[in-house]
């Protein structure tokens, strides 16, 4: 079996807000393996930035341990660590706010390059920077290279943050929301874009969005690892998670994905929630998260512990979800015993 590239064991991330501590990651565990799509997909505040960052490297974990090829990231030192940096490369929501307004496009791709002696003189550097633009469809690379990014449209931007991931050689790219800030017109062109850099230069992918249909379209091949506030309640192959969701959150997120085909759309099964209203992460309700708004919540079982993540009955991906996890159905609230 391939050796995961990265993996997060039981990771812990908490920040303080007045002194007062916000558990931001509880538990977490993942693994990117060589090549692949990995997308983390959740409403906003649930921890999928974060957890970008700390695969990055940007963020320590509080509790828990990130390795890389098996190894503690914490343990590791000198050219080790220099290589697990590299490796590792962030794609920013905005690229306007993360591409240095002062500088042309040709010196912040030449930057990288230069500080990590990857090419022998200027004249190869030159030569990479004009590879790289030809790589993410900014030709011809003579229009771009002089340019200052306030002079770029969004599009263009954002293929210039992905040039600049890529001067380093890495193995493994964080979109953090790549597409978000663009025009939807320019998200598929940008998408395609990705997907092509995967399958050429073998580079894995942890895409995070919060749009469920974004991340069906761009992992179908992949896998889609599913959080809420702070936790992975489901993970497993996008096609297993988009056809069987488990976990009455997925479910709520496949329902609410829009159709473009009416009749679809009028047959689609509806999930009415019991509650509109996410928690603070100051007050994370006991047991599982979700059981506030769940509309199959078990007293007595959803609200005791939090549940692990394993696979349950009838499905191939791991769940969060005891009355899953024991072999039972999600009985409606409503239709539930009183005295359950």
């Excluded at 030449?110 to 090419?119: G, Q, V």
């Excluded at 493994?172 to 017109?185: K, N, Q, T």
């Excluded at 395609?192 to 249909?213: M, N, P, S, Y």
């Excluded at 019991?274 to 603070?280: A, K, L, N, V």
Aim: aromatic share 6%; glycine share 6%; net charge neutral.
């Amino acid at each position: 079996m391939t050796t995961p590239l990265i993996e997060l064991h039981h990771v812990d991330r908490t920040f303080k807000k007045d002194n007062q501590p916000i558990r931001v990651l509880q538990d977490v565990n993942l693994s990117v393996y060589p090549g692949e799509i990995l997308c983390l997909v959740g409403e906003s505040g649930c921890g999928k930035t974060t957890t970008g960052k700390i695969i990055a490297g940007l963020l320590a974990p509080s509790a828990g341990e990130v390795r890389y090829h098996g190894e503690n990231v914490n343990q590791l030192r000198g050219e080790r660590l220099a290589t697990y940096r590299r490796d590792h490369q962030i794609v920013h929501q905005d690229p306007f706010a993360s591409l240095n307004p002062a500088h042309t496009i040709g010196q912040i791709l030449s930057y990288p390059i230069a500080r990590h002696r990857l090419a022998a003189n200027r004249a190869e550097v030159r030569r990479r920077v004009w590879e790289l633009l030809t790589l993410v469809d900014l030709t011809p690379p003579g229009d771009i290279v002089n340019k200052y990014p306030h002079q770029l449209s969004g599009g263009q931007r954002q293929r210039v943050s992905i040039a600049r991931a890529l001067t380093v050689n890495p193995r493994l790219i964080i979109a953090d929301e790549a597409v978000s800030m663009v025009d939807v017109s320019i998200r598929i062109s940008l998408l395609k874009t990705l997907q092509r850099l995967r399958e050429t230069l073998g580079v894995a992918i942890v895409f995070i969005t919060h749009d469920l249909a974004l991340a069906k379209y761009f992992a179908w091949e992949g896998r889609i690892s599913v959080m809420y506030l702070g936790r992975v309640i489901e993970v497993g192959r996008t096609e297993a998670v988009v056809h069987n969701p488990a976990h009455p959150y997925t479910r709520a997120l496949i329902a609410a994905i829009p159709e473009a085909d009416p009749e679809i759309t009028r047959s689609k099964a509806r999930l009415t929630l019991r509650s509109e209203d996410i928690p603070s992460l100051t007050a994370i309700p006991p047991g599982c998260a979700f059981h506030p708004r769940c509309p199959f919540f078990v007293p007595g079982v959803c609200d005791v512990a939090p549940p692990p993540l394993d696979v349950p009955p009838n499905y191939e991906q791991q769940v969060a979800c005891l009355p899953l996890l024991g072999g039972g159905a999600l009985t409606p609230y409503a239709e539930q015993d009183a005295t359950v």
